[in-house]
């Protein structure tokens, strides 16, 4: 089983349209969790850390729920300019390496 | 620009020669980590470094694939009698010990081998 699951998508949306990508991760032992935006043939950048409470970055908002290993974001107000391939990405306790997801392609449409 | 550099951003190669890249980290990040990354994949971990110790290798670091950090500093990964296989885009990434392990990416080295 892959450590972080997502669904790759694509996913088609207008701009202006609220969008929410979801990921799973397979171990509980997990500690830190991010999304990570990936332009196209680019390097991946963080996008933002999730934290057990939530937390929200202007548009942005992270989500996680530690029961059902899962981690959410969601985008309001699409811009063109969110087109970007999202990074589901995990760490767990101890270790130094990231787990990344393979990915969920959005594209916002004028 | 204060960001993780690489070099080169690509390369081309036949099948079985030797390559290497360098990659040099944010300059108070003590930690480096190298990953790879084929189409339509999430990034893979290689290896990582605090300052120059080598502390984890991935089982998909083969015994083809050296990576150091001799200074602490900036990092060496060579592959050696390269393969089809090896063609992917090689990221290094680095990180402050400690913290929330956020790792901050260089623009990575495309490599292609023919």
């Known amino acids: 089983r892959k450590e972080v699951e997502q669904d790759p998508g694509p996913f088609n949306v207008p701009e202006g349209a609220t969008v929410a990508f979801n990921c799973t991760y397979s171990?509980?032992?997990?500690?830190?969790f991010f999304w990570y935006r990936q332009d196209c043939r680019k390097e991946p950048k963080l996008l933002m850390s999730?934290?057990?409470s939530g937390n929200e970055d202007g548009r942005f908002t992270a989500q996680l729920n530690r029961a059902s290993q899962y981690i959410s974001l969601l985008i309001r107000d699409s811009k063109l300019s969110d087109s970007a391939t999202y990074l589901c990405?995990?760490?767990?306790?101890?270790?130094?390496?990231?787990?990344f997801g393979t990915g969920t392609r959005l594209t916002v449409i004028p | 620009d204060t960001g993780v550099s690489q070099d080169p951003r690509h390369k081309i190669t036949k099948r079985g020669q030797n390559v290497t890249f360098r990659c040099d980290p944010i300059?108070?990040?003590?930690?480096l980590y190298w990953y790879r990354q084929t189409l339509g994949q999430g990034p893979e971990f290689l290896t990582y470094?605090?300052?120059?110790?080598?502390?984890?290798k991935s089982r998909l670091l083969s015994d083809r694939f050296s990576a150091e950090r001799p200074k602490g500093s900036f990092s060496t990964l060579e592959i050696q009698r390269t393969e089809q296989g090896d063609s992917a885009m090689y990221l290094c990434?680095?990180?402050?010990?400690?913290?929330?392990?956020?790792?901050?990416f260089g623009p990575g080295t495309r490599l292609t081998v023919t």
């Open positions: 990434a680095s990180s402050e010990h400690g913290g929330s392990y956020e790792q901050y």
């Open positions: 171990n509980s032992a997990s500690q830190s």
């Open positions: 999730v934290y057990s």
């Open positions: 990405v995990v760490s767990k306790t101890g270790a130094n390496n990231l787990f």
């Open positions: 300059s108070e990040h003590n930690r």
């Open positions: 470094f605090q300052n120059e110790a080598q502390l984890e």
